[in-house]
């Protein structure tokens, strides 16, 4: 019998995407738990015995300072080690929404720098996510355009829909050069788009974003960070307009984005 | 030594918040100004270096990809020099309110290993662009950039010394009110002086309680009998006597009722007697039962007057509240969903018809849905529906209506405490937060805050709340306690009071965490601090109850015992400052007697002249601030959190339709789902209150059973806000209304699980009062057996028909339709309880056969509105015929068929090939296949003589419906 695929979805003081965040990931066969920042922080669970992080959604902290910010750096000072460790043996990370902010403003995404990381001065923030230009906090749906390479958007159609939940949203890169690093590389996995695919406006694009992009990955495609929510189109009957469809699976668009991520781990980090 | 950091965009950003400042400026009809730009500012105060307030900004403050930023020392801050043609105000918030993002920053500040940081205070620096006038300027500021109750201009000439809020540390000096020695002027002083809103029976018989004892009561006590017997805890009238008298056609009858609450309300819960009503009216919130491991809960509270004052932050400690309500309900449920009722004056409304001294409507409205999303967003508690109303008698007294539903296991319900478990607060500190209201805060206030009611200057803490909640549920799965309540109005001394009822409870006040020093014993006891819950802790228990919370960053301290001597007992570092006999306090409240008058008023329907073409008519309809789309409103709530939404509050093609009720299914893997729908309806009430309780049980009913309710498991909640009733015409609307809650429930055999009441709505100007209309919610929680057979409101298919299902009268009376002309009317649309629930069964039973594509209730502005939005919601056209509608009524004409407000009515989308079994299950109903769904855009309905009465675009019906709100 082959061991089980673990996950960690950490949460702390407002993260509140956690539970659906485990309940993805455990439809699609992996072990779950479900994890306060603390523990981690005490060292009374380690990081070590899991295969995929995964950092939800929420407001972290309020989003008090900027969203994101103070999770990003309790990752950064306190955890880099433990993380860098855990990139380094292959394993997978995701980060959706406020945990797409956490990623980028630790500098774990995209992660552009070949520098050796001892700490967190190695890890230079070169994109960031602000407030909306719409200047207010909005949900709704959003068509993507899959592109780039990620292990966790393989098999994924050529637009996807999910919904946006957020005030800040809007992606920003340092620099022209960031920007065309992030395309040499393919790194830029999803761009918002019109319902037919082509370039959007507002609120097709819902916050702004330069480029359009709505998620991006690291250099490997294993470490995935997008704003939009997969875990919220899990199933058929979460989309908005699943009455007038015809069902054709139980599962919504963001349901292979959890099943790639288990599966990619059963084949690649566990042996026997 | 203190810091300040300026950090402001760098070039080529946008400033968006900028932009929305700039926005509502242009609502205050100001011109002349170009743009708005904003900056944040942080005050570090701490023993801390230089380089070390640089490192915090660097590390933490500012994103260097987008911002600038400039950090001195506050000695050697100089303002930027303000040039021509720009204008400057900093906004920070005043000593004692609290900040909201102070605390995480501290953290923030911690966990870069900077220890020594002791507080922080932020304000926001706006820089106005443009040529405008110092008069101007300050109504910018006072309108659109603060709130002066817990705002103010910072004055860069006397820059605060220190941050943090410090008072010497109180040292206990017992006082006692001479109440043996006061004759009944003296008594009525004291309880004006004391702003403890006793009436002179109830002086009276403190006054004899004490004389009996041989002492004057304490501050506290007197306090505490206040907070206990007030309207709000303990609801008078209620529960009082009232002598009602009803005139109708020339008949007076006059009835004497024994509480309100007991005789129409409960009775009507008691009569029907449902099984499945698991907990009602005795807990924080009505308990029912979902599926064999779980039940369900549902709360609808006001928060009315901090609304009116500090819009944001009314309403942002009213979901707080509610929320607690939910938390506290049993031995604590979890909340899966929140929906949000408001009342608002005309958003139009010019600024010189404003009544002094009070918010202009869309100030209001804007601020009170930032209020609601900051709080329901940051707890991830999905906001999933609501509505929203206008009327102008709401200009000073605006309505929020707070909602929340949870979930727990069934064997959670019940709690009791047990004589010896420990009392142990948890949450937030305590502060002199909503007692006696903004007095404290800054000098500034003078007259208002007199009439400033406690808790208007609150900001809520959503993410301590969450804490809180996760704290909550691990213990409480641990079953780490006995009973849990939460700290709402009259903070600790109704939590801990209503925990110690029965057995009595010591509590000493000077172990309860504040946020400052100086409180003294009274403000600690009163205190309205928020995110705080008490729990009853068995002292076998309480070392892993700590630790849990600990676990969970949650403050927990252990401030008392429930004793079993049957008094409530408060000491202060050992003085005893309060010792009151329960009983007394609980049931010495002496009985009064209201008079209630109700007069059938003198309307009559206005003769409409309907022109041949009603196409202006319907868009005017449409475009009605209670009838158009609440979209502006409605992104702003996250209403996916919790990944529980089957039917979301917006559907169609365009995601832009307006459901009739959201459904939810709560647990991941089952098929089970609720739906949540209000009803409510100002305009009926003018006419008779009766008939407005008996259309909004009505529409909160259908709207359940519209989407795929199972009429038979619905459950409702009543919230009546009135105005003074202590005077005969308000209280005798409400008795009305009371009454028509019992015959409509009872008939339809959906109890009431719990419910609520808030009075004296009313606001003086120059000695005349504007009171509210009468306004009842009605909150309506139903099963969906099975979510994958809902339905939603947009058309489908062309090709498919439309029925019309249930009887039209002519009842256009309190109708969108007539407000739009200018007139009331008279005929005030009814309910007919045996008919309804067969067409509310029969449309059920086509639902769950899967007969029904869509469906959408008939409500403000008829068949008209109901067909058009299923239209556009559907990107398809229609043409209809109302000839075909089942028409009552004696009055012919076309706007009347088209726009009545009748109960008890649907409009359904049936296909070809299902058409045959859906109209078998409507058999002896009355029903008319009244028009087809169309491919194309046009719109069209033919009149009662078979011409075209409306021929429309559908595209431009959306455009009207959707505009009016779109901000």
């Known amino acids: 019998m082959s061991k089980k695929v673990k996950v960690i979805v950490i949460r702390t003081a407002g993260t509140n995407c956690d539970e659906e965040t485990a309940f993805a990931f455990k439809a699609q066969g992996a072990d779950t738990d479900l994890v306060h920042i603390n523990r981690l922080l005490e060292g009374k669970t380690k990081l070590d015995s899991y295969h995929i992080l995964a950092i939800p959604g929420g407001f972290t902290y309020g989003d008090d300072i900027e969203s994101g910010r103070i999770l990003a750096n309790e990752l950064r000072l306190y955890l880099i080690k433990s993380i860098n460790k855990f990139i380094k043996d292959g394993k997978l990370i995701i980060g959706i929404c406020n945990g797409f902010q956490v990623l980028v403003k630790s500098g774990f995404l995209p992660g552009l720098s070949n520098k050796k990381i001892n700490s967190f001065k190695d890890l230079p923030q070169d994109v960031t996510l602000i407030s909306n230009d719409s200047s207010k906090f909005e949900d709704r749906w959003t068509y993507l355009k899959t592109d780039g390479k990620s292990i966790w958007t393989e098999g994924l159609g050529e637009t996807v829909y999910y919904p946006v939940a957020h005030a800040e949203g809007k992606f920003v890169v340092k620099s022209k050069k960031v920007l065309e690093e992030l395309k040499k590389n393919k790194q830029i996995i999803f761009r918002y788009c019109n319902f037919s695919g082509n370039k959007p406006v507002y609120p097709e694009n819902p916050n702004g974003s330069i480029d359009n992009i709505a998620g991006i990955s690291d250099k490997t495609g294993r470490i995935l960070g997008l704003m939009p929510h997969p875990e919220r189109h899990f199933s058929f009957t979460q989309h908005p307009f699943w009455t007038r469809l015809e069902r054709k699976s139980d599962f919504g668009d963001g349901a292979l984005i959890f099943k790639n991520g288990v599966n990619y781990a059963k084949k690649n980090l566990i042996k026997g | 030594m203190i810091y300040r950091v300026e950090i402001k965009h760098k070039k080529g950003i946008v400033d968006s918040h900028g932009m929305s400042v700039f926005k509502s400026i242009i609502d205050l009809g100001i011109k002349g100004i170009k743009k708005v730009h904003v900056a944040q500012v942080y005050n570090l105060e701490g023993n801390i270096t230089k380089k070390q307030a640089d490192q915090i900004c660097k590390d933490l403050l500012v994103d260097e990809i987008t911002q600038n930023y400039r950090c001195v020392s506050i000695q050697n801050f100089k303002p930027s020099k303000i040039k021509k043609d720009l204008h400057v105000a900093e906004i920070a918030y005043n000593t004692g309110v609290m900040d909201p993002v102070e605390h995480s920053t501290i953290k923030g500040i911690k966990d870069l290993g900077i220890k020594k940081i002791q507080s922080i205070r932020t304000a926001k620096i706006y820089t106005l662009y443009g040529n405008i006038s110092n008069k101007n300027m300050d109504i910018i500021v006072n309108k659109a950039l603060s709130n002066k109750l817990i705002q103010h201009v910072v004055d860069y000439n006397a820059m605060d010394k ?178 949000d009722v408001f009342c608002f004056g005309s958003p139009d409304m010019p600024f010189d ?236 409240n002496p009985k009064i007697t209201k008079e ?188 969906v057996d099975d979510v994958n057979k809902a339905v939603t409101m947009d058309l489908k298919e062309a090709g498919n028909y439309i029925y019309c299902v249930g009887e039209t009268f002519n009842e256009l009376g309190g109708s969108v339709y007539l407000d739009t002309l200018g007139a009331l009317g008279a005929s005030v649309p009814k309910v007919d309880t045996k008919k309804g629930m067969k067409t509310f069964k029969a449309l059920s039973k086509a639902i769950r056969q899967g007969l029904v594509r869509s469906s959408h209730d008939c409500s403000e502005g008829g068949i008209g509105v109901a067909l058009a939005e299923m239209s556009f919601s559907g990107g398809l056209g229609v043409t209809a015929r109302l000839d075909k509608v089942p028409y009552k009524g004696t009055y012919k004409k076309n706007d009347a068929v088209l726009f009545s407000e009748s109960n008890s009515r649907f409009l359904i989308e049936v296909s070809e090939k299902n058409k045959n079994k859906f109209e078998d299950l409507l058999k002896g109903l009355p029903f008319g296949v009244i028009g087809k769904v169309e491919e194309g855009q046009e719109f069209v309905i033919y009149g009662l003589d078979g011409q075209p009465c409306v021929n429309i675009y559908t595209e431009d019906l959306r455009e009207a419906w959707k505009k009016p709100l779109r901000w």
Request: one cysteine or more.
């Open chain 2, 162 to 339: 220190t941050l943090s809020f410090t008072d010497s540390k109180y040292k206990c000096v017992l006082s006692h009110v001479d109440l043996i020695g006061a004759d009944d002027k003296k008594l009525m002083k004291i309880s004006q002086d004391g702003q403890l809103f006793l009436n002179i029976n109830e002086m009276k018989a403190i006054k004899a309680h004490f004389k009996k004892l041989k002492r004057n009561p304490t501050d506290c006590e007197l306090e505490t009998i206040a907070q206990t017997w007030s309207e709000h805890c303990y609801h008078k009238t209620f529960r009082g006597n009232i002598r009602y008298t009803e005139t109708e056609n020339k008949k007076t009858k006059v009835k004497t009722i024994n509480s309100l609450l007991k005789t129409t309300i409960v009775k009507a819960t008691t009569d029907i007697n449902k099984s499945w009503c698991v907990s009602v009216f005795h807990d924080n919130a009505g308990v029912i039962k979902f599926d064999q491991e779980s039940n369900v809960c549902f709360k609808v509270e006001t928060h009315n007057h901090p609304s009116a004052l500090e819009p944001f932050g009314g309403a942002n400690t009213g979901i707080g509240g509610v929320i607690r309500d939910i938390l506290g309900t049993g031995l604590g449920a979890k909340p899966i969903c929140c929906t």
């Open chain 2, 353 to 588: 018809k404003l009544p002094v001294g009070t918010l202009h409507p869309k100030r209001v409205m804007k601020g009170v849905v930032s209020g609601v999303r900051d709080y329901g967003n940051k707890m991830g508690i999905p906001t999933i529906n609501g509505a929203i109303l206008f009327d102008d008698k709401f200009v000073g007294n605006p309505l929020v209506y707070c909602g929340n539903v949870g979930i727990m296991p069934k064997d959670k319900v019940f709690k009791k405490v047990l004589k010896g478990d420990l009392a142990v607060v948890t949450g937030g500190k305590t502060g002199r937060d909503g007692i006696h209201g903004a007095t404290f805060s800054s000098g500034e206030l003078t007259e208002e805050s007199e009439t400033v009611s406690s808790g208007a200057v609150q900001i809520g803490d959503p993410i301590q709340e969450k804490k809180v909640l996760d704290a909550l549920i691990k213990t409480r799965d641990q079953n780490l306690y006995n009973f849990v309540t939460d700290c709402g109005a009259g903070g600790l001394s109704s939590a801990a009071g209503e925990m110690g009822e029965k057995l009595g409870v010591r509590i000493d006040l000077d172990r309860v965490p504040l946020k400052y020093e100086g409180l003294n014993y009274d403000e600690i006891w009163i205190s309205e601090s928020q995110e705080r819950m008490v729990f009853s802790v068995p002292p076998n228990k309480i070392k892993k109850f700590l630790s849990v919370c600990s676990d969970e960053n949650v403050e927990a301290t252990v401030i008392g015992t429930f004793t079993g001597n049957k008094k409530l007992e408060l000491f202060y570092e050992g003085t005893q400052v309060c010792d009151l006999d329960m009983r007394f306090l609980y049931e010495g």
């Open chain 2, 596 to 783: 209630a008058v109700w007069k059938k008023p003198a309307f009559v329907d206005p003769k409409t002249k309907p022109s041949k073409i009603l196409n202006e008519n319907l868009l005017n309809v449409l475009s009605h601030y209670n009838v158009c789309s609440k979209e502006w409103v409605i992104r702003q709530y996250d209403h996916e959190v919790q990944g529980t939404s089957i039917i979301k509050p917006l559907v169609g093609i365009n995601c832009d339709g307006p459901s009739d009720a959201s459904v939810i299914a709560p647990k991941f893997g089952s098929k089970k789902g609720l739906a949540i729908s209000n009803g409510i309806n100002v305009m009926y009430g003018k006419i008779d209150p009766f008939w407005m309780s008996a259309s909004c049980i009505d529409e909160a009913i259908r709207q359940v059973v519209s989407v795929g309710g199972n009429p038979e498991r619905i459950a409702i909640l009543d919230n009546f806000c009135w105005g003074n009733p202590d005077k005969p015409d308000r209280l005798g609307s409400m008795v009305r209304a009371a009454f028509g809650c019992y015959e409509t429930a009872v008939g339809y055999k959906v109890p009431f699980i719990s419910g609520k009441d808030s009075l004296y709505n009313e606001y003086m100007e120059n000695n005349k009062s504007i009171s509210i209309p009468g306004t009842i919610l009605i909150s309506a929680i139903g099963i």
